[in-house]
C-alpha cells in the first residue's frame, strides 16, 4: 500500500491529507473521501484507511485538525476538545472539509489514480458527523457511508438537507455515544429530504466497533461486525458508484 501526503490550506492554517491506495494495481479506481475518527490521521486511521482501499479503491483522508495533529498521542480530554473544536463551528467543518476534498482529488487525479466520476465519502465517529455535515452542504457524494458515528444530526438545528447522494449508516443498537433517538432523527431528517437512506443495526453493537485499538467500556472493536460492515460498504459502493 502507498502512502502520499497531500498538503492544504484554510483560513491560513497548515493541514495535511494523505492519499491511500494500492500501487501494485493499474487503472483508475473509485475515489473514497475519508473523514477519520478523532484522531485525526494517525497510524490507527491510517491503517483503517489501508483496510478501506484494499485493490478497488483510492482513499482520500482528510485532516480536519492541522498538519501534525496525529503524530503526538492524546488523552481522552485533549482528543474530545479537539473533536469539538471542530465540530460546533459547521462553517469550519464544511469549508476544511472541501479544502481536503479538492486538494487530494487534484493530487489523486495528477497521479492517475482515480476515476472522478465514481465519488463516495466515508466517516467514522465524529468523522462521520464531519462527513454528514459536508454531505448536506451538497457536497456531490454518490454515497455516503458512516460508521459508529458520534454527531448524526446537524450541529445548527434547521440546517438543510441538501444530501445529493445515498446515505448508509452502520451502527449500534447498544451505543451509548449516540443512542438510538439521534438515529431516529437522522432517519427522519433524510426521510423528509427524500434521501435514498439506509440504517443498519447491530443490535450488540456498542460505539467505534471498526477501531481495533479500543476493547472495553461503550466502546470497544468487534472484528466480525467491522468485517460485515466493510461488506456491506463494498456492496453499497458496488450499486452505487
Known amino acids: 500500500m502507498a502512502e502520499k501526503r497531500v498538503p492544504y ?99 489523486a487525479n495528477k497521479l492517475g489514480l482515480i476515476d472522478a466520476s465514481k465519488q463516495a465519502a466515508i466517516g467514522y465517529c465524529a468523522g462521520g458527523g464531519f462527513a454528514l455535515e459536508q454531505a448536506r452542504a451538497g457536497a456531490d457524494f454518490k454515497a455516503v457511508v458512516v460508521f459508529h458515528v458520534t454527531n448524526p444530526n446537524p450541529v445548527v438545528p434547521g440546517t438543510p438537507c441538501n444530501i445529493r447522494g445515498r446515505v448508509l449508516a452502520i451502527h449500534g443498537r447498544a451505543d451509548p455515544i449516540t443512542p438510538k433517538p439521534m438515529m431516529d432523527a437522522l432517519e427522519d431528517e433524510l426521510t423528509k429530504a427524500k434521501v435514498d437512506w439506509h440504517i443498519v443495526t447491530f443490535g450488540r453493537g456498542v460505539h467505534s466497533f471498526c477501531d481495533p485499538t479500543v476493547h472495553a467500556g461503550p466502546t470497544r472493536y468487534d472484528e466480525k461486525l467491522c468485517r460485515t460492515s466493510y461488506m456491506l460498504m463494498r456492496d453499497f459502493f458496488a450499486e452505487t458508484l
Open 9 to 107: 490550506q484554510v483560513n491560513g492554517r497548515q493541514f495535511e491529507g494523505m492519499i491511500v491506495y494500492d500501487d501494485s494495481v493499474a487503472g483508475r479506481r473509485p475515489a473514497i473521501f475519508m473523514q477519520p475518527d478523532w484522531k485525526g490521521v494517525d497510524q490507527d486511521t491510517i491503517g483503517q484507511a489501508r483496510t478501506v482501499a484494499g485493490k478497488d479503491y483510492v482513499v482520500l483522508m482528510a485532516d480536519m485538525f492541522g498538519q501534525g495533529y496525529g503524530d503526538k498521542p492524546k488523552n481522552q480530554d485533549e482528543l474530545r476538545a479537539g473533536m469539538l473544536a471542530v465540530h460546533k463551528d459547521r462553517n469550519f467543518t464544511v469549508a476544511c472539509g472541501a479544502a481536503a476534498r479538492d486538494a487530494l482529488l487534484a493530487e
